[in-house]
């Protein structure tokens, strides 16, 4: 079945049908199934083709892999991430994801993260034999930020997210729409590149419509955590195009918003702490 995805949004983006489009979920920024920032309900990782049925084939999914670069060109910031995800029992998903921030406008002033995520999806999509239960799954994320600004600031080092997720593709309209929503429990500061600090509970959300089978339009919002000591995280959001070039590649291609640049090492002035705008481009790979 032959597909094709290209993604516009902030930081990051995509979407488009679980089991109808391949390539959703991608891989976030984080290595989560999701989209850019967020996660969506669905598990990464295709199931084998072909072949006889064992161990491996029904409990171990292929892998898949994605790579961002963001360019938020108002603050000087070259963003790299890339990860790797699969899921076991086709129901748990496990993921990797490394990060590259070079903040070239502050000197040396390179961060690597690297995240650790698993995902349980605990209600599939339509069950119940109705037409209208979303996809829901629990997940979590333990993420660790190498920097000597994390020094520099007194934030921590390491980090853990938990969230809750429900998704839902509704068919019954002209056109397929995919919608996300859930809540996420962080200590972020700017998306854990800047580092760790107080727990917050925030909410997150995803809405995107399916124009033609291979193209998905949509947005993608992420409000922005009080993590203590007066830091507040700028609201995230992006606008985004999808194109499904094959059933295994997912180009992407986005524009997004996270907050005053100029905060983005003033730890003293950080009431909608961020790293400005720019445009993100991804490639997804599903094996």
């Known amino acids: 079945m ?3 995805k290209i993604i516009i949004a902030a930081a990051a983006a995509a979407i488009a049908t679980h089991g109808i489009f391949a ?4 891989n976030n920024l984080q290595g989560t199934g999701g989209i850019a920032f967020n996660p969506l309900a669905y598990t990464a990782g295709l199931p084998w083709d072909g072949g ?3 161990a491996v084939n029904d409990w171990v999914s292929k892998p898949q892999v994605g790579t961002w670069f963001v360019n938020l060109n108002d603050a000087d910031i070259n963003w790299y991430a890339g990860s790797v995800a699969l899921n076991f029992a086709k129901r748990l998903e496990v993921s990797y994801g490394y990060g590259f921030i070079n903040a070239r406008k ?3 002033k390179s961060i690597e993260t690297h995240n650790l995520g698993a995902k349980l999806r ?5 069950a119940f034999e ?8 629990v997940g979590g994320v333990y993420k660790h930020t190498d920097s000597k600004t994390v020094d520099a600031l007194g934030l921590d080092k390491y980090g853990f997210d938990a969230y809750i997720v429900a998704t839902k593709l509704i068919t019954q309209t002209p056109v397929p729409v995919l919608v996300s929503g859930g809540l996420l429990y962080t200590d972020e500061v700017v998306n854990g590149v800047v ?3 107080d727990y917050d509970t925030v909410a997150f959300g995803n809405v995107d419509i399916l124009p033609a089978e291979n193209i998905a339009i949509g947005v993608e919002y992420k409000q922005g955590a009080r993590v203590g000591d007066g830091i507040r995280n700028h609201d995230y959001w992006d606008g985004h195009v999808a194109w499904f070039v094959t059933d295994r590649l997912t180009l992407v291609a986005a524009f997004a918003e996270t907050g005053d640049k100029d905060k983005f090492y003033r730890r003293g002035s950080a009431k909608n702490l961020g790293v400005g705008s720019g445009v993100v481009f991804s490639l997804q ?3």
């Open 130 to 137: 109705t037409s209208w239960v979303p996809a829901i799954a």
């Open 52 to 54: 006889e049925t064992n």
């Open 23 to 26: 390539g959703v979920p991608l």
């Open 122 to 126: 605990i209600l599939d999509e339509n």
């Open 195 to 197: 580092g760790h600090n």
């Open 2 to 4: 032959n597909k094709t």
């Open 106 to 108: 502050y000197g040396d």
């Open 285 to 287: 790979y599903q094996f």
